[in-house]
């Protein structure tokens, strides 16, 4: 098999969601989710992989496989328990994992909203009324007052179309709604959030005397394709479905241009609310009539069915270039496969990279998802994510073949043939 070079100023990252790591008993939406039974294996996101307690250990992990950059969430529901508190000894515990990344050399990413609420912002309407944007802003000042002087990178929203057709389009996400009224609205307040926001985080970092702050949001972007390519029918619901799904969205959020089905309801200016353009990448879906995905038979797949379809990467990074019209740096934030063996993540990495080696967009940084193994929202804990095993009966890691493989393209900067022939030859994506 051939090598490549990666371009020597793409930083290669591995990434986390606070919720679906650290364990135990919060005051969180999905902490209630899981005491609803809401979960397909049962499994509780109170077990997940303990990264609370076993933190540093993590860390040490990243850094022996050379992680340049980490994506890490902040949860909410730790930091405010209650409306208008703070809790400063979870304060304190991130501020010690921060400092702790910083030491072994790893920039952090901080993402400060990754589908995790307090129930206290859940029972007053969460994302669904407008009067509530003033609680998400003081928590994201919080945010900035007790980090930012450790971190300059901030994702405010991880994939906030993903929490937002889960949750309020049937997906079965708290708080299980299927009403599209409410989904346009809380799409639309959650705009508004993240503007706010990005102003916010600038304004207060410039006052505190740095002028490196990077914010966006992380877009959940799949490729949308008919399933019969000569039904114009089809070919219309899928680009009606790429519109609706992330479009809009990215107009929305990045460029405050409202367009149907979100509202501006805070009636904000066009501007530009990013300082890069980032990127959660699914996969390609293929769409007979609007609102219904599925693969083809014949696609590969991971072992959740999803198609692998690695082109697709180049073309959602060159459609958020074009719908954003702006000379922005392209961070992909989050993209990964379902690989409960092991048997062809290597296999996917050196497929996702080769892409990001020949592009002509100006890639920054590559986050895979994930760095270890972690609780799955609805599939809990039976889809494998991970560079690095976790047993969750007995929280012991172990670092996969596909981790040494990364570990090795981090310090070769790019693939060799000869670790192509140990890592990737032989492995297959399922059909």
């Known amino acids: 098999m051939n090598g490549y070079r990666l371009p020597q100023t793409l930083l290669l990252g591995v990434s986390s969601s606070a919720a679906q790591i650290e364990g135990g008993e919060t005051a969180g939406n999905w902490n209630e989710w899981c005491r609803m039974n809401r979960i397909s294996d049962k499994s509780s996101i109170s077990r997940a992989c303990d990264h609370w307690n076993r933190w540093k250990e993590d860390i040490d992990i990243m850094a022996a496989m050379g992680v340049q950059t980490y994506r890490m969430g902040i949860e909410w529901s730790r930091i405010q328990p209650k409306p208008g508190s703070i809790d400063y ?9 921060l400092e702790y990344l910083q030491t072994r050399g790893i920039r952090p990413l901080l993402t400060i909203h990754h589908f995790s609420n307090p129930l206290w912002f859940e029972k007053k309407g969460g994302f669904e009324a407008p009067a509530n944007v003033r609680y998400f802003l003081k928590y994201v000042g919080i945010i900035v007052n007790c980090f930012g002087d450790l971190v300059s990178d901030y994702v405010t929203f991880s994939e906030p179309n993903a929490y937002a057709f ?10 299980g709604e299927n009403n ?10 959650m705009a508004g959030c993240h503007i706010r926001a990005y102003e916010k985080i600038h304004r207060m970092r410039t006052a505190m005397g740095y002028s490196d702050t990077k914010v966006g949001i992380a877009l959940q972007m799949k490729v949308f394709a008919p399933l019969q390519p000569s039904s114009v029918w089809m070919k219309h619901s899928a680009e009606l479905q790429r519109r609706a799904y992330q479009e809009a969205v990215a107009k929305a959020f990045l460029t405050g241009d409202f367009r149907g089905p979100l509202e501006n309801l805070g009636h904000f200016k066009k501007g530009l609310y990013c300082d890069y353009l980032g990127i959660s990448y699914a996969s390609r879906v293929h769409v007979s009539k609007p609102g219904e995905e599925q693969a083809r038979p014949q696609d590969p797949k991971d072992d959740h069915g999803r198609e692998i379809y690695h082109y697709g990467l180049e073309l959602c990074m060159q459609e958020l270039v074009n719908t954003v019209q702006g000379q922005l740096p392209v961070w992909i934030l989050s993209s990964g496969a379902d690989d409960r063996k092991d048997a062809f993540r290597s296999l996917f990495l050196y497929d996702q990279l080769n892409v990001l080696a020949k592009t002509k967009l100006p890639v920054e940084r590559y986050y895979c998802r994930s760095f270890t193994d972690s609780f799955e929202w609805l599939d809990g804990e039976k889809s494998r994510f991970g560079l690095v095993r976790v047993n969750f009966e007995t929280q012991e890691r172990t670092v996969k073949k596909s981790g040494r493989f990364f570990r090795e393209i981090v310090a070769a900067g790019g693939v060799t043939p000869d670790m192509a022939e140990r890592y990737v030859k032989g492995e297959k994506y399922h059909k």
């Open 89 to 97: 000894t979870a304060v304190n515990h991130y501020r010690q994992e």
């Open 166 to 175: 889960g949750g309020y389009a049937g997906q079965g996400f708290p708080p």
């Open 180 to 189: 599209p009224i409410t989904l346009r609205r809380v799409l639309s307040v």
